[in-house]
DNA sequence: CGTTTTTTTGCTTGTTTGTGCAAGTTTGTC
DNA sequence: GACAAACTTGCACAAACAAGCAAAAAAACG
């Protein structure tokens, strides 16, 4: 087995499991410890990993498991500010959860007049601090790990809903795979919520950029709007700049 | 299971929880007390959390728990503090929202195993800490003076829930005109909370009692338990014991 | 084809890291 | 103030690691 081969089998396992053990590699891909640990290595200094004692993690892993202290606040207030400047008084709005949108919630206009659906309790506890903006809390089972609302229940609400835009923080997004995710049932409700949106906005931390995980939720295609905390110039969107997406 | 990994899955519990218990990571991590404990004394070093004997607590959670802004608090955890032992194992429970709700969410006993329906969004986040018990957050308009879900939408999933106990704060009790408030959604709300459950308790800070508001919720005999701050022989409380009522 | 050069791999050595055990100390509780 | 649980410290052992070296494989060249 070549070298790359074997780079390609080490970044899928990466990607499918969000880590590898040096001891697995040697076994499955049976060559000597030393040869993985020059390979891990070498993916690290290409910066596709993250090498811990014992193997190495997916880099993505940090962000979607670790929001002890805000993970990589400042961006996704860049990101939140940006985003404000697609919603207009009047309109009707879908959001999801996650650190990102609460932000953004936060950055609102005072005065704005608009309706917002969401499935994330916070969300909501701190919309309804603007006297103007009508909140709708989506009900259903209530998942620990996303802290929003999911199930079929979710879904079948969301099915009776027309809303003019949807926001969403992301896990992932890549340029060919689209928006991707773990786990079914989030994976699910994203689709739902893209259903019933006439645009979405895709609020993504640049370092989630060009990930794709084990689920796919929706080509790139089916995105309005991609909002990082980059300058619309910078290079790492230029995979995403050929296609028809309004990059903010 | 990776060091590292490790490390992540504490910070996930404390920040669910507020706080790990060192022997509960020792069950569900399988490694040595030792091992726990020089994990815990890393994230020290890194300034993550807080250890204290028997386990660590998180770093926010103290500095952010200055709730001293909750009108009669220490009332509020003592009637909490009853509260938690009609709550037993298996049983399907709704509650409404409200600062003492939230208090006696906050001191369920750990490992409870139960399912909770709630229309507070911030009990909802509390009781997700749980890992035992199964959240279901009911859906619909947010009301931003309670901070609950209500309207048509919310009456109607209720009607499709049987609990075994219903958990609600009051805004008022009067020994002849019983519940009573003074919205009328409010009103619809509790009326459609009562009608789903097998008992009720009325939680009740002693200066709301004997007051009567414009509307009537339910006479005195639809509830079950009355759980005041006070002791169960104090004199402001006898003109309710003469009702068949459990006073706690 | 053979020979030289480069790359890749596995082995050896010595070092670091992670974990559990044992002994003695502190802390919380009744 | 006694007892058990939780904790600290030091130590030992095994696993994982880094660096240098030599054999093997692949590539380059005439």
Redesign the interface.
């Given at each position: 087995m070549l070298k790359k081969e074997r780079h390609d089998f080490i970044m899928r396992q990466i990607n499918l499991h969000n880590?590898v053990?040096t001891s697995d590699l040697v076994q499955l891909l049976n060559v000597s410890e030393d040869t993985i640990r020059r390979d891990l290595q070498e993916l690290v200094d290409e910066g596709l990993l993250y090498k811990?004692?014992?193997?190495a993690?997916s880099k993505s892993?940090?962000s979607s498991?670790?929001?002890?202290?805000v993970y990589a606040r400042d961006s996704k207030i860049a990101i939140a500010k940006k985003a404000t400047n697609l919603i207009k008084d009047g309109m009707v709005i879908l959001t999801g959860g996650g650190t990102t949108i609460l932000e953004l919630v936060k950055q609102l206009p005072q005065g704005l007049t608009a309706t917002f659906f969401t499935i994330s309790?916070?969300v909501?506890?701190e919309?309804?601090?603007y006297?103007n903006i009508?909140?709708?809390?989506?009900?259903?089972?209530?998942?620990?790990n996303s802290?929003v609302?999911y199930g079929g229940h979710?879904i079948t609400?969301l099915a009776e809903i027309k809303a003019d835009l949807c926001l969403m923080g992301t896990s992932a997004l890549h340029p060919e795979e689209g928006l991707t995710d773990t786990y079914w049932e989030i994976n699910q409700l994203k689709k739902a919520m893209l259903a019933c949106s006439k645009r979405t906005a895709v609020l993504c931390i640049s370092e989630k950029l060009d990930i794709a995980l084990r689920l796919k939720v929706c080509p790139i295609e089916s995105i309005s709007y991609l909002i990082t905390e980059l300058d619309v110039n910078d290079d790492l969107l230029a995979n995403y700049r050929t296609k028809e997406l309004n990059i903010l």
């Open positions: 880590r053990l811990v004692h014992g193997g993690l892993y940090h498991f670790d929001d002890s202290t309790p916070l909501a506890v919309l309804a601090k006297n009508e909140v709708i809390l989506i009900g259903g089972l209530f998942s620990k802290q609302t979710v609400q």
